[in-house]
C-alpha cells in the first residue's frame, strides 16, 4: 500500500481528484494518510475531513522563524510515514533538507508544459495570464519530480490543453485542471504505486 501525504494551499481540487481516484478504482494500492496545508483557509482541509482523512495546518505565520517551520513540518511528515509525498497547489518554499529526506518521493502538478511558464514566479492564475499574453496555441500540465530547483525535476508525464479564442486567466486554468491536472496526477500516483507493487514493496 502506497502511503501518501498531500500538501495543498487553497482550493483542493487536485486533491479531491486524488480522493475520488482512490474512491473508484483508478488509482490503485493507496491511502492518503494525511493532508497538510499551510492556509487555514483552504478549502482543502474541509475536503479531506469530509473524508475523515488526518488534516493539519502548518503555516509559517504561526512560528517565530522560517526555521521553526521547517522543523515543525519535517516533524509532522516524519509522524506520517508517507512513502509518496505530493504537492498539489502547495505554494511554500520547502525546507532545503526535504528534497534530501524525501528524495524522488516527492511530486508536483504544474499548470503548465514545463519547460514552459515555470519557475519563480510562476504559479496558479499568473502560469495562464503568461500563456495567453505570449498568444500560444496549446498548453497542458506537467507532474515531475521535485528536486532541489522550481519546477526542475525529472518530468512524469504531461497533458496538452487547446488555448481558445477568447480564453480569460480563469477560463484556461478550469480547462488545465479538468483536462490535464485532474487526469495525469492521479494517473502519476497509481503508476508509482503499481511500481511499488512491482517493485516488492505492495
Ligand atoms: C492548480 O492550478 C495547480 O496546477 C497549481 O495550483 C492550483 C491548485 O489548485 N499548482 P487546487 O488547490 O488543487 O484546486
Same mark, same amino acid.
Given at each position: 500500500?502506497?502511503?501518501?501525504?498531500?500538501?495543498?494551499?487553497?482550493?483542493?481540487?487536485?486533491?479531491?481528484?486524488?480522493?475520488?481516484?482512490?474512491?473508484?478504482?483508478?488509482?490503485?494500492?493507496?491511502?492518503?494518510?494525511?493532508?497538510?496545508?499551510?492556509?487555514?483557509?483552504?478549502?482543502?482541509?474541509?475536503?479531506?475531513?469530509?473524508?475523515?482523512?488526518?488534516?493539519?495546518?502548518?503555516?509559517?505565520?504561526?512560528?517565530?522563524?522560517?526555521?521553526?517551520?521547517?522543523?515543525?513540518?519535517?516533524?509532522?511528515?516524519? $509522524?506520517?510515514?508517507?512513502?509518496?509525498?505530493?504537492?498539489?497547489?502547495?505554494? =511554500? #518554499? *520547502? @525546507?532545503?533538507?526535504?528534497? !534530501? +529526506?524525501?528524495?524522488?518521493?516527492?511530486?508536483?502538478?504544474?499548470?503548465?508544459?514545463?519547460?514552459?511558464?515555470?519557475?519563480?514566479?510562476?504559479?496558479?492564475?499568473?502560469?495562464?495570464?503568461?500563456?495567453?499574453?505570449?498568444?500560444?496555441?496549446?498548453?497542458?500540465?506537467?507532474?515531475?519530480?521535485?528536486?532541489?530547483?522550481?519546477?526542475?525535476?525529472?518530468?512524469?508525464?504531461?497533458?496538452?490543453?487547446?488555448?481558445?479564442?477568447?480564453?480569460?486567466? $480563469?477560463?484556461?486554468?478550469?480547462?488545465?485542471?479538468?483536462?490535464?491536472?485532474? =487526469? #495525469? *496526477? @492521479?494517473?502519476?500516483?497509481? !503508476? +508509482?504505486?503499481?511500481?511499488?507493487?512491482?517493485?516488492?514493496?505492495?
Amino acid at each position: 500500500m502506497l502511503n501518501i501525504v498531500v500538501c495543498v494551499s487553497g482550493g483542493g481540487t487536485n486533491l479531491q481528484a486524488i480522493i475520488d481516484g482512490i474512491k473508484n478504482g483508478t488509482i490503485r494500492n493507496t491511502k492518503i494518510s494525511g493532508v497538510i496545508s499551510n492556509n487555514a483557509g483552504a478549502y482543502a482541509l474541509k475536503r479531506a475531513e469530509n473524508e475523515r482523512i488526518p488534516a493539519f495546518c502548518i503555516s509559517p505565520k504561526s512560528y517565530e522563524s522560517r526555521g521553526e517551520f521547517n522543523q515543525a513540518f519535517l516533524a509532522k511528515l516524519k $509522524e506520517l510515514n508517507p512513502d509518496l509525498i505530493v504537492l498539489a497547489g502547495f505554494l =511554500v #518554499i *520547502l @525546507p532545503e533538507e526535504m528534497t !534530501e +529526506i524525501y528524495q524522488n518521493r516527492i511530486i508536483n502538478i504544474h499548470p503548465s508544459l514545463i519547460p514552459s511558464f515555470c519557475g519563480t514566479g510562476f504559479y496558479g492564475l499568473k502560469v495562464h495570464e503568461a500563456v495567453l499574453a505570449r498568444g500560444v496555441k496549446i498548453t497542458g500540465a506537467t507532474v515531475h519530480f521535485v528536486d532541489a530547483g522550481t519546477d526542475t525535476g525529472k518530468i512524469i508525464s504531461q497533458k496538452a490543453v487547446e488555448v481558445l479564442d477568447g480564453d480569460t486567466p $480563469e477560463i484556461l486554468q478550469r480547462r488545465v485542471m479538468e483536462q490535464a491536472e485532474w =487526469v #495525469i *496526477l @492521479p494517473r502519476a500516483i497509481d !503508476e +508509482i504505486a503499481m511500481a511499488e507493487i512491482a517493485g516488492g514493496k505492495g
